[in-house]
């Protein structure tokens, strides 16, 4: 094209997200140490989320999180629409990123972060949004144009968002006293011993099983399913054999006169399961994706009977994925 400077126009972009860094990092407040602190004091894991580029980030930012000592996972706004929300435990916290804060495809998170008064910080450009007002902290992006002028496609705003999420992964790494050491067993120097872990390493066992016998009342699986908050609950049969589980799906599938069912007749039968506690945990991993569709959560069973369950965010926690 006839006078066009393509140096010229990424020197535009670079001091256009310069400048709004710079603004960013002035700007923060109390709001960022509080968002630190909720970080912190989360027992379980951070939990990242949004839709679409928002959503990008954030599993960007989960991952930086992973890998620097704070136990994090990306969360799909959608997907937790669909059954995912039983990723999220009552001891995590929630990130959750939008410019605009007010996705319709968020409520039902927020919804459930309130339903179950999980901590939920917001990173967004709108502080009086939706978003905004469901959340414990707002960390509120500057009111900086995009690097794409009137297009307005997520460019400095993207930027800002990833910006701050390193800012809180090296204040919590920092207030952690994560050090160099602590670094290279979540990377490859550390990958060879976190690949040979077996799933009885690293399986829940005895009480914090949600288990339930055959012919229960689904009123009663759905409190198990509650109470133990896995997002699945798994059926036994007279001898302790595993007849089948219940997941977040089969409960939609049967919505429909839902309470007056049994368990036997919502439970997916003959479920996929880990046989035996020797199996290597990335072997797990490889049997929670394949054959689609993948599930997140698998129960251990010996000669048939269930004897600990094994969640993706185990595999995450000890460095397999």
Known sequence: MSGFDASAVGRRVLGCEAEALRQQADSLDGAFSAAVDLLFAAKGRIICTGIGKSGHVARKIAATF??????ATFVHANEASHGDLGMIGAEDAILCLSKSGENRELADVLAYAKRFHIPLIALTARANSALGAAADVVLQLVDAPEATAELSAPTTSTTLQIALGDALAVALLERRGFKASDFHVFHPGGKLGAMLKTVGDLMHRADELPLIPEGAPMPQALQVMSEKNWGVVGVTDAAGRLSGVISDGDIRRHVDGLLAATVDQVMTRGPRKIVPTSMLASEALALMSDPPPAVTV????????????????????AGVM
């Open 66 to 71: 992973a890998s620097t000592g704070t136990p």
């Open 298 to 317: 698998l129960f251990v069973v010996e000669e048939g009977r269930p004897v600990g369950l094994l969640q993706v965010h185990d595999l995450v926690r």
